[in-house]
T-cell receptor, first 114, second 115 residues
């Protein structure tokens, strides 16, 4: 079964501390992986995707196919990083045909304390 | 550039009723996806519309149906509402046909309460 697991409902860190939001997936193939973020009173928006290998707002995520993980990391957390973070998977079989079909985890709420 | 807009923002219905939710896609986008987000859960894919046809569906019963119009806007219809249909319904638009353009743009959602 295709599944995305985010084991932490809430992650609380102090400003300047490193942060790692965990994401594990279950999929018999090579999926596309994404991180979406929802700041307070804002819409859900794309943070980054694994195929781009980009760093957005200091966040990076590496796809580890051996461990089926796509953890989100930032070396020094900022208060403005406080938000709800969702890991999402899109089965490659749907690429180009149903690109809106994302499987989301339940999300992790990141709280960065001053 | 206008973003994804959804209406209404909130809605209260009773069990057994029918509901229609509306979504206007972002300018330049031709594909609309609908998601259901129950409290404390991540969004769950309902279906996607492209070229006015459904071209992908999640694990939702047929009483969840949709439409896409020539201007790419979309409706989500739910018949015979059940209490478990209470959730935030999200619409997301994207542009199919541009390689690598997998980015979804989400609306603010419609909060549906079924009593």
């Amino acid at each position: 079964a295709q599944r995305v697991t985010q084991p932490e409902k809430l992650l609380s860190v102090f400003k300047g501390a490193p942060v790692e939001l965990k994401c594990n997936y279950s999929y018999s193939g090579s999926p596309e992986l994404f991180w979406y973020v929802q700041y307070s009173r804002q819409r859900l928006q794309l943070l980054l995707r694994h195929i781009s290998r980009e760093s957005i707002k200091g966040f990076t995520a590496d796809l580890n196919k051996g461990e089926t993980s796509f953890h989100l990391k930032k070396p020094f957390a900022q208060e403005e990083d406080s938000a709800m973070y969702y890991c999402a998977l899109r089965p490659l079989m749907n690429y180009g045909g149903s690109q809106g079909n994302l499987i989301f985890g339940k999300g992790t709420k990141l709280s960065v304390k001053p | 550039e206008t973003g994804v807009t959804q209406s209404p923002t909130h809605l209260i219905k009773t069990r057994g009723q029918q509901v229609t939710l509306r979504c206007s896609s972002q300018s330049g986008h031709n594909t609309v996806s609908w998601y259901q987000q129950a409290l404390g859960q991540g969004p769950q894919f309902i279906f996607q519309y492209y070229r006015e046809e459904e071209n992908g569906r999640g694990n939702f019963p047929p009483r969840f149906s949709g439409l896409q119009f020539p201007n790419y806007s979309s409706e989500l219809n739910v018949n015979a509402l059940e209490l478990d249909d209470s959730a935030l319904y999200l619409c997301a638009s994207s542009r199919t046909g541009l390689p690598g353009n997998e980015k979804l743009f989400f609306g603010s959602g419609t909060q549906l309460s079924v009593l």
